[in-house]
């Protein structure tokens, strides 16, 4: 069955640490990734993607992810986190045998000031 | 380009009552989701319309949900009667290539 991993529900980090925050996944279709930030009170937003092309991708606020096809990976990971990081993360696998998302569970991210 | 809209935001309510939410989508995206999301949990899509069509409702509780999407553009979700286990999030996002765009979500208190 199709499904997305995400490694770490909880990471606590220091201002200007580096970041990487594992997603697995399992589907055998074409794979479109992508990871959604939601701040705190907000909504989810769109960071990144991947479609095809370079497997390094490079969202907003300075986060990047690589797509490792033979690891059936999409880290995200951004060299030095700020405070205004602190939210949830989630990596997300569209199918597009049916145009849905398969959600990972998220992972919690706070920065320590 | 405008975003996703929903309203209400948010919504307090008694067990039994009933509830409606509604969603505008960005324009000229055909496809609309409807997702339930618990605290400390992923999205759980609940329907997926294409215009005003249901393309899957197969995770929709259907004895106490329903949607509509009657011009293929609106959107409503409805809940009745609702359950304390109904309190979620219940986020619309639309689609264009692929990519979806969420708003901001209803925050659903059920007492």
């Known amino acids: 069955a199709q499904s997305v991993s995400q490694h770490n529900h909880h990471v606590i980090l220091s201002e200007a640490a580096s970041l990487e925050l594992g997603c697995n996944y399992s589907?055998?279709?074409?794979?479109?990734l992508f990871w959604y930030v939601q701040y705190p009170g907000q909504h989810l937003q769109l960071l990144l993607k991947y479609f095809s092309g370079d497997p390094l991708v490079k969202g907003i606020k300075g986060f990047e992810a690589e797509f490792i096809k033979s690891k059936f990976s999409f880290n995200l990971r951004k060299p030095s986190v700020q405070w205004s990081d602190t939210a949830e993360y989630f990596c997300?696998?569209?199918?597009?045998?049916?145009?849905?998302?398969?959600w990972g569970a998220g992972t919690k991210l706070i920065i320590k000031p | 380009e405008a975003g996703v809209a929903q309203s209400p935001r948010y919504k307090i309510i008694e067990k039994r009552q009933s509830v409606a939410f509604w969603c505008n989508p960005i324009?000229?995206?055909?496809?609309l989701y409807w997702y339930q999301q618990i605290l400390g949990q992923g999205p759980k899509l609940l329907i997926q319309?294409?215009?005003?069509?249901?393309?899957?409702d197969s995770q929709l509780p259907k004895d106490r949900f329903s949607a509509e999407r009657l011009k293929g553009v609106d959107s409503t979700l409805k809940i009745q009667p609702a359950k304390l286990e109904d309190s979620a999030v219940y986020l619309c996002a639309s689609s264009s290539e692929g990519t979806q765009y969420f708003g901001p979500g209803t925050r659903l208190t059920v007492l």
């Open positions: 997300a696998v569209f199918m597009d045998s049916n145009y849905q998302l398969i």
């Open positions: 589907y055998g279709g074409t794979v479109n």
């Open positions: 319309f294409q215009n005003n069509g249901v393309v899957d």
């Open positions: 324009s000229g995206h055909a496809t």
